[in-house]
């Protein structure tokens, strides 16, 4: 979605034939009527359509209906939703951004209201969502109950596709359907249009291109490589991501939300190495992390931005200790490797942020999730082992509907400081969503002086820290 056009998702469950109108209203006076592709099983009956010639900065309300293309003039019942382009002038912006969607075998749970967190996030009126990764957990089968420590029930919505680990296509299919059954996420969707990347779960834990699966009995297919494809297709299939005529895989993209925001979003998952060690001295391909295609897109675009504030919208944050097996802490899975001058994947990100500082692209920041809570990072020179940068924002928020866990360690090279934080209790790992410690952030710019209001939230709607950031001129 951008300035004047926006793509449209929707689901049948029979091969049908797309039927879009657009008003200005809700009464869908004088609507305009766009026919779109059809669905079909061989993309289990999605379908996406690019809609242009919207208005700028304008509500625009969508009715969609399929029609029977046996019985033309049969339609479905119609679903209706609302989006907001972005402006082509200065006027306010208001979005959110979360992740983590029904992790940890913590499903849509009836008796506690399913995914609660979207119903708060739709209150919010949002311009749209940031979803930063794990939108479904394809690797976290979900059991019908689950006990918690304190002795109650836990119980889940169950269907056979969540039942064991993805491996084929329509299993990655069916994790996405899961969350889409629930009432919530389908009354979000309808009212806040959804950015959506993606990071390791939607393929399977940690996961890099090239490895191969051992000592893990729940999967026959041991090529991460293959379970990577099949994921990828049922993500572009379930999410509203325009397609790349030359890379249909591909996730990053930049999008322009008028002279506010740019939005980048990145993918720290297609294009890395192993994770390794994660302590070389130099580049190579086993440093790689955004690699060199996706590096050049995104320092091209940087520059060519206009818009005051460059949002980089990262998949997992920078300077927080992530290990591969956190089991016996070792192996690196982000981008940090513990104290020191930038080694391993930190090198890529020095790169940048040097590129970022001696070619003063003002006003960037950082948004993430991840980890399991929320915080506020303020990266600055003056404490940090690496110092060629300037210094900027990351804003870490999630789960919206997964376990909650402890804050992780830091890495001084880039000089992070904690300025505020939210997770489970010391000694507790993997909280439910009902204990209430599952968060999102809410972002405010406004359209006259630019500032931009950064508010970390729980999903009971309680603003837990808020920052406000006063645009710098080139």
Not at 355 to 381: G, M, Q, S
Request: hydrophobic share 35%; with cysteine; aromatic share 10%.
């Amino acid at each position: 979605m951008d300035a004047s056009s926006a793509v449209l998702w929707a689901r049948s469950d029979r091969p049908a034939r797309l039927r879009v109108e657009l008003a200005a209203t809700e009464t869908f006076r004088n609507p305009r009527l766009v026919i779109g592709p059809d669905a079909t099983v061989a993309s289990d009956f999605t379908v996406k359509t690019l809609i242009d010639g919207l208005p700028s900065g304008q509500d625009v309300f969508y009715r969609i209906t399929f029609e029977n293309p046996d019985a033309p003039g049969c339609y479905s019942e119609p679903g209706i939703g609302r989006l907001r382009t972005g402006a082509s002038a200065r006027q306010n912006v208001t979005f959110l951004w979360t992740g983590d969607t029904a992790g940890q075998g913590w499903g849509s749970n009836p008796d506690w209201g399913g995914m609660r967190g979207y119903a708060t996030m739709a209150s919010q009126g949002a311009d749209f969502l940031i979803h930063s990764g794990d939108g479904i957990y394809a690797d976290a089968p979900f059991a019908a109950e689950r006990r918690t420590p304190d002795g109650r029930v836990w119980r889940n919505l169950v269907t056979e596709a969540t039942s064991k680990v993805a491996e084929t296509l329509d299993e990655f299919r069916g994790y996405y359907r899961y969350n889409l059954s629930d009432e919530n996420i389908r009354r979000f969707n309808a009212s806040t249009p959804v950015f959506a990347q993606w990071d390791d779960h939607e393929v399977t834990d940690n996961w890099y291109p090239g490895e191969i699966l051992r000592g893990d009995p729940r999967y026959t297919v041991q090529s991460v490589d293959l379970l990577a494809a099949r994921a990828a297709r049922a993500f572009h299939e379930y999410q509203p991501v325009r397609g790349h005529p030359d890379e249909p895989r591909r996730v990053y993209r930049r999008i322009g939300y008028g002279p506010l925001l740019d939005v980048f979003m990145i993918d720290l998952r297609s294009y890395r190495g192993p994770n390794g060690p994660n302590d070389q001295v130099a580049e190579s391909d086993a440093t790689a992390l955004l690699g060199s295609a996706q590096s050049h897109w995104l320092r091209r675009e940087l520059l060519a931005s206009r818009a005051t504030w460059k949002v980089i919208a990262s998949d997992m944050p920078i300077g927080l200790v992530v290990h591969d097996d956190w089991r016996t802490k070792t192996g690196s899975e982000a981008i940090a490797n513990r104290d020191g001058p930038p080694r391993g994947r930190e090198l890529e990100v020095a790169s940048l942020l040097r590129f970022i500082k001696h070619n003063r692209i003002r006003n960037t920041v950082w948004l993430t999730a991840d980890v399991h809570y929320t915080a506020a990072h303020r990266y600055e020179p003056d404490h940090a082992l690496f110092q060629d940068f300037e210094p900027f924002w990351e804003f870490v928020s999630g789960p919206i509907h997964a376990g909650t866990f402890g804050p992780a360690d830091l890495d001084n090279t880039f000089g992070p400081r904690v300025v505020f934080q939210a997770h489970a209790p010391k000694g507790q790992a993997n909280l439910p969503p009902w204990e209430g410690r599952q968060y999102f952030g809410h972002v405010a710019i406004d359209g006259q002086s630019g500032a931009m209001t950064v508010t970390l939230k729980d999903i009971a709607d309680t603003a837990l820290w808020s920052v406000m950031l006063l645009p710098e001129s080139g």
